[in-house]
């Protein structure tokens, strides 16, 4: 393997690992194994105990989300050319776990209109994590239709969107136009 910045293909860099990087490399194997034995006992039991629950199917779409990272992730530690590709897939699936969850909660209310009258008086708290925690003086809105509208059109905007530049992403990088350890604007742009 050279250290010229070009990311190597998976027959020139597996055969060329020490063995404490193989051992390591198992463990992470073993974990994605036990994460997929994890998921298949979640259905199994989906299946045979929870078979009424109506949001049963959006429950499964979410709880995928472990088994469909640890897994592209995996994939790309072992080819890691592969890297353009696992972002677009995992942005996908995320983006529209990440939907489904808004809609799961909406649902849970009973419809949108039986949310609103349970939560009419509620202030939503601004100052949340990761950036906004910095700034408790932000103001605490109330619940309104509208402004439940917009937090939904927002999610909505994630979901179609983060698929979209993960796509032009992986393009570019294909094309040799994006790398992904480029720190300039670029990569600014697709690390939403």
Request: with cysteine; aromatic share 14%.
């Given at each position: 393997m050279?250290?010229?910045?070009?990311?190597?293909?998976?027959?020139?860099?597996?055969?060329?690992?020490p063995?404490a990087?193989?051992?390591?490399?198992?463990?992470?194997?073993?974990?994605?194994?036990?994460?997929?034995?994890?998921?298949?006992e979640?259905?199994?039991?989906?299946?045979?105990?929870?078979?009424?629950?109506?949001?049963?199917d959006?429950?499964?779409?979410i709880?995928?989300?472990?088994?469909?990272?640890?897994?592209?992730?995996?994939?790309?530690?072992?080819?890691?050319?592969a890297a353009?590709?696992?972002?677009?897939?995992?942005?996908?699936?995320?983006?529209?776990?990440?939907?489904?969850?808004?809609?799961?909660m909406?649902?849970h209310?009973?419809?949108?209109?039986?949310?609103?009258?349970?939560?009419?008086?509620?202030?939503?708290?601004?100052?949340?994590?990761?950036?906004?925690?910095c700034?408790?003086?932000?103001?605490?809105?109330?619940?309104?239709?509208?402004k439940?509208?917009?937090?939904?059109?927002?999610?909505?905007?994630?979901a179609?969107l983060?698929?979209?530049?993960?796509?032009?992403?992986?393009?570019?990088?294909?094309?040799g136009?994006?790398?992904?350890n480029?720190?300039?604007?670029?990569?600014?742009?697709?690390?939403?």
């Amino acid at each position: 393997m050279s250290c010229n910045g070009d990311i190597p293909y998976s027959h020139d860099y597996l055969p060329t690992l020490p063995v404490a990087y193989q051992v390591v490399f198992g463990f992470a194997g073993a974990a994605v194994l036990a994460i997929l034995g994890i998921y298949i006992e979640e259905m199994v039991f989906f299946f045979r105990r929870l078979y009424n629950w109506k949001p049963k199917d959006k429950a499964k779409w979410i709880l995928g989300i472990y088994p469909i990272l640890s897994v592209t992730a995996f994939v790309t530690l072992l080819i890691p050319r592969a890297a353009a590709l696992r972002e677009l897939v995992s942005s996908i699936y995320l983006s529209f776990c990440v939907y489904i969850f808004v809609t799961m909660m909406v649902g849970h209310y009973g419809g949108a209109k039986k949310m609103m009258n349970r939560l009419q008086n509620t202030q939503i708290k601004m100052a949340t994590l990761p950036f906004c925690c910095c700034c408790p003086c932000l103001p605490r809105p109330a619940l309104t239709s509208r402004k439940l509208f917009v937090l939904e059109t927002l999610v909505f905007q994630y979901a179609v969107l983060r698929p979209v530049l993960g796509y032009v992403q992986a393009a570019l990088y294909a094309d040799g136009k994006f790398a992904q350890n480029n720190t300039g604007t670029m990569s600014i742009q697709f690390s939403l």
